[in-house]
């Protein structure tokens, strides 16, 4: 049996949430912050939050050279994928879980392509072509490309 | 399998020259493909009247299972289908049906603008549950509120066998989108009962129907606002030796809806105004029209990712002018009690995800009124007690 509650305050005391908190205000931003990363083929180097936006919800098909655009993300409770939401979508996981979940069960739309770790979301987006997902900055390479989102533009 | 593929990969191309001018390879098509599921099982437990089965020795009627196929050979170009399975109580009858087989075309797609068609049996955009009520994952609560989303007349304006013409604009201060479905509306014999008073003879039929919906999307969702109009036509089909004559009826319902969704606190209220007319039954069912008014504030909280809790007011008047039910009571001669015209009910709630497939909710309702209830399952409506409680509990699980 799988009990998330428990395990969560296990792996996630409140000491330890306390001391993450602390770390996050006063460590540099970038040691802890992810980037929006994709394919090397995908023909944007920025974009605004808005277009991040319908990327992530799966409102967006196609780049605008017509590749079809095809999004990773890992799972909701992953802290990762729950801070990406919040610092560079501007949403809540639990808001982009409901955008996908209307879509999937009334025929308007898809879910995204589901990732269970960080490696295996780096390698997917390097092989597949007008892919695009997320990953930490220290584990960004040379087989995927990371782009920024340009907050102000909109 | 290559010759089925290929033959495939043919008509989509050819269909992609016909309509658009398709600019991309064809190789991951096949990757696209997504199937999606759910199964949920209900208990009800009610102090008095019937809803979802014998509900007053505690029902386990209420079952709803779904299945869906997904698939994009083109960017432009979307396929999806979703059977359901639904048990009921005597509300309707047990069936499987088709809840939506759809195909997707986007006729314009810029970072800015999406413009596109779907065609097919397209669900309604009716406030914001209407498409997904089904799947007790995407609803607030067990029961949705009844006035607006009635279980007892749900197929009226379920979906849309048709087409849906959709545009969304995304503009510096949130995005704006306007949906506009036109179709047949699929009905059922649920309605006959409801609007003829029992089931009869002949058949009521779908007419070509509207519903339309303009929605406005602040910041990724923490504020969503929504306008919803609909025209849902049915006509009735007269059967052997029967006393109604060729009649329509029209509904024709407005809802206004609002939601902050904030990280923990979601506040949600709907305002329906609701038109019915109908008319040229004959004699034995003289014209008629009634104007319903139904609201609710909610509230919902979570406390963890995992566990949410929820509390709202839902009011429902059968008719505006008689927001009472006396005028009704005197006009049956007492037959139908006041209190059938109305409802008023105060909702607590509980949802546990306890994974992300696997979910679980209890909830209570305290209910004075009875104007939701179904008369196929409370027959005689001396027997209704206007302040009642319901207990329901739903495990469900999803893929």
């Known amino acids: ?154 | 399998m290559t010759r089925f593929g290929d033959l495939m990969k043919a008509g989509f191309t050819g269909f992609s020259l016909i309509f658009f001018y398709s600019q991309q390879s064809l190789a991951d098509w096949k990757d696209t493909f997504q199937y999606h599921g759910f199964i949920s099982q209900n208990f009800v437990l009610t102090s008095e009247n019937s809803f979802y089965g014998d509900s007053e020795h505690g029902s386990f009627d209420f079952t709803e299972a779904g299945f869906n196929v997904s698939l994009r050979p083109l960017s432009r170009l979307g396929l999806a289908a979703q059977v359901l399975y639904r048990r009921a109580g005597e509300l309707e009858d047990e069936e499987v049906r088709l809840d939506y087989g759809l195909l997707d075309l986007t006729a314009w797609e810029s970072p800015d603008v999406r413009i596109g068609l779907r065609l097919g049996r397209v669900k309604n955009p009716y406030g914001f549950y209407n498409e997904t009520r089904d799947i007790a994952f995407t609803r607030p609560s067990i029961f949705l509120p009844q006035g607006i989303y009635p279980d007892r007349t749900r197929n009226l304006a379920l979906s849309s066998d048709g087409g849906q013409l959709y545009g969304e604009y995304v503009s510096p201060i949130g995005e704006f989108s306007l949906r506009g479905n036109i179709g047949v509306p699929t009905a059922d014999t649920s309605l006959e009962r409801v609007v003829l008073a029992g089931n009869q003879p002949g058949e009521m039929e779908g007419k070509l129907s509207y519903v339309g919906q303009l929605a406005y999307d602040y910041s990724g969702g923490l504020i969503h606002l929504a306008f919803t109009a609909a025209s849902v036509h049915h006509g009735y089909s007269p059967g052997l030796r029967d006393s109604l004559k060729e009649g329509n009826t029209w509904l024709e319902p407005y809802v206004a809806s609002a939601q902050y969704s904030g990280e923990r606190l979601t506040l949600t209220t709907e305002y329906l105004l609701r038109n019915f007319r109908s008319d040229h039954f004959g004699s034995s069912l003289p014209d008629r029209a009634i104007t319903g008014e139904s609201y609710y504030f909610q509230a919902g909280y979570r406390l963890t990712d995992n566990i949410e809790v929820m509390a709202r007011y839902e009011v429902f008047y059968q008719d505006i002018n008689d927001r009472s039910g006396k005028k009704w009571e005197r006009r049956t001669r007492g037959l139908r009690p006041s209190f059938t015209n109305f409802a008023k009910d105060w909702t607590v709630g509980l949802r546990w995800d306890i994974t992300p497939n696997w979910m679980a909710r209890a909830e209570y309702h305290r209910v004075h009124g009875t104007g939701w209830l179904a008369e196929t399952e409370n027959p005689d409506p001396r027997k209704l007690d206007p302040d009642w409680d319901l207990f329901a509990l739903e495990l469900s699980f999803r893929f």
């Open chain 1, 1 to 154: 049996m799988n009990f998330p509650l428990l395990e969560s305050t296990r792996h996630y005391p409140f000491v330890a949430r306390f001391f993450t908190l602390v770390i996050f205000l006063f460590t540099s931003k970038s040691a802890v912050s992810q980037s929006v990363v994709v394919h090397p083929n995908v023909p944007v180097s920025e974009i605004s939050q808005q277009e991040a936006r319908a990327l992530f919800t799966m409102s967006q098909h196609s780049w605008w050279d017509g590749t079809p655009v095809v999004v990773f993300v890992l799972s909701d409770s992953n802290p990762i994928h729950k801070e990406f939401c919040k610092k560079h979508l501007g949403m809540f996981a639990h808001q982009l879980r409901q955008t996908w979940d209307r879509k999937v069960f009334s025929g308007t739309g898809q879910a995204p392509e589901l990732v269970s770790t960080v490696e295996e979301m780096r390698a997917l987006i390097s092989k597949t072509p007008g892919a695009i997902g997320y990953l930490p900055e220290t584990e960004i390479d040379r087989t995927v490309r990371s782009i920024t989102i340009n907050e102000g533009a909109r």
